[in-house]
């Protein structure tokens, strides 16, 4: 049975300890980098994978079958990123995290790698705007459909059409002039 067939829900009502296993293998990257994408924090999106899988477990009978599981899961995955986001004491760990992480520089070489590994896309589209990075991240990285996407983000799909033109506008522009400043 395909975890993404809409038959999935007669499986789904009966959640047991095998079935959040096969949730987790087949979704759980996703869940972690979609919740990274809206943290930018590794410990944080650790945090918001491990709720979204708890939420989903139990609350599994609520799955109604109107979208698919992987739709429902990244659904999670988005308002319990953006409740840990909104959380004082998360924003307060963060603010520790970050002057703490200010005292230990990383050497030249250390930097130069570190720099070297990322992918210059993947920087350009955490800059956007979390509306436009939301939807683009969604359509580039999950293959969600416009429906998909609108149900993710609760909005309608032509709003959605308009933030993926947005967002694309925009990457394509920070984009162009990443480019022209290696060449100048």
Known sequence: M?????????????????????????????????????????????????????????HAASFRGESSVKTWLLRMTRNISYNYRKSAFIR???????????????????????????????????????????????????ELSLTEIAQVLQIPEGTVKSRLFAARKKMSRLLKENYRHEFI
């Not at 990257?29 to 994978?49: C, E, G, H, I, P």
């Not at 589209?125 to 999950?142: C, D, G, I, V």
């Open 2 to 58: 395909s975890l993404l067939s809409y038959d999935y829900l007669r499986y789904m009502a009966n959640m047991d300890s095998a079935t959040l296993e096969k949730l987790m293998s087949a979704f759980g990257q996703d869940v972690w980098n979609f919740a990274y994408s809206l943290t930018k924090n590794r410990s944080m999106a650790d945090d918001v994978a491990q709720d979204v899988f708890l939420q989903a477990y139990l």
């Open 92 to 142: 307060k760990v963060l603010l520790v995290e970050a002057v703490k992480s200010r005292g230990h520089a990383a050497s030249a070489e250390q930097a130069f790698l570190e720099n070297e590994a990322s992918n210059e896309v993947w920087i350009r589209l955490l800059s956007l705007p979390a509306k436009y990075r939301e939807a683009l991240l969604l359509q580039a990285k999950y």
